[in-house]
DNA sequence: GCATCATATGCCGATATAGGCATATGTCAA
DNA sequence: TTGACATATGCCTATATCGGCATATGATGC
């Protein structure tokens, strides 16, 4: 069933380093697709479909100014996935320190594959 | 060129709902394979390919126990996703404020597509 | 209307994915 | 060794994905 679609869900729109990318450049304020293309290294096409994906998982959305189109950031879904993670704080030290051992003897033993 | 491979990026491994629910699982502790599996409705074949991506990518590690083989979490690659969503922590309640009136007057126009 | 600029969509190809199933590998115990 | 149990791999199919390219849609100004 290949994968549940990007435009469904926020961790899968995330996925896509390029879209990363796009949210971070958004940071700075609101941007024309043109722009972010360009800044991006990728054709105007590309960077379209890009939004067109942050856009329906809501993470992006755009107001007509004149000819041109503006996209802003719309963090709150981000905010999901930071709350996801940070469900977890408490096992990234913890972890560290109670696995430390094994993790030494793991070490050689596997590695690969 | 489809898509990075799931195996080298972090973001792309929890991009799967599935293994989202394995890491929470793990939380109670280690678990084998054969348990995750039930617990997920989903085939031992199945969780265990979940598990292997998820080990490639580090959120987890698997140790020997007897015939079973456990696997444990280890979220310190979440660390680094919840540092980034963190990097928009501003956004997530300013874009809420400043863009609240826009979003009013876009409410009816898209929506869709 | 028409030309121009900005953006979106459609179609294509290459690749990766997830899941199902059979089967291989591994590990223990007798 | 053999058998029983636990887990991993391989092969297959259906589907999604991303990127490239051409082109359609949209908006502006003349």
Redesign the pocket.
């Known amino acids: 069933?290949?994968?549940?679609?990007?435009?469904s869900d926020v961790f899968?729109a995330i996925?896509?380093p390029?879209?990363r990318e796009i949210l971070v450049l958004l940071r700075a304020g609101e941007r024309?697709?043109?722009?972010l293309a360009q800044a991006l290294g990728?054709?105007?096409?590309?960077?379209?479909?890009?939004?067109?994906?942050l856009r329906k998982v809501g993470l992006v959305r755009?107001r007509?100014a004149?000819?041109?189109?503006?996209y802003g950031l719309d963090a709150r879904q981000l905010r999901a996935v930071h709350e996801w993670t940070g469900g977890f704080e408490g096992f990234w030290n913890e972890s560290f320190d109670r696995l430390d051992a094994y993790v030494q003897g793991l070490k050689q033993a596997r590695q690969k594959?």
Chains 1, 2 share one sequence.
């Open positions: 069933m290949a994968r549940a679609a990007t435009t899968n996925a896509e390029q879209r024309p697709v043109t722009e990728m054709t105007q096409p590309g960077a379209s479909k890009h939004l067109r994906v755009d007509k004149g000819k041109q189109r503006l594959e």
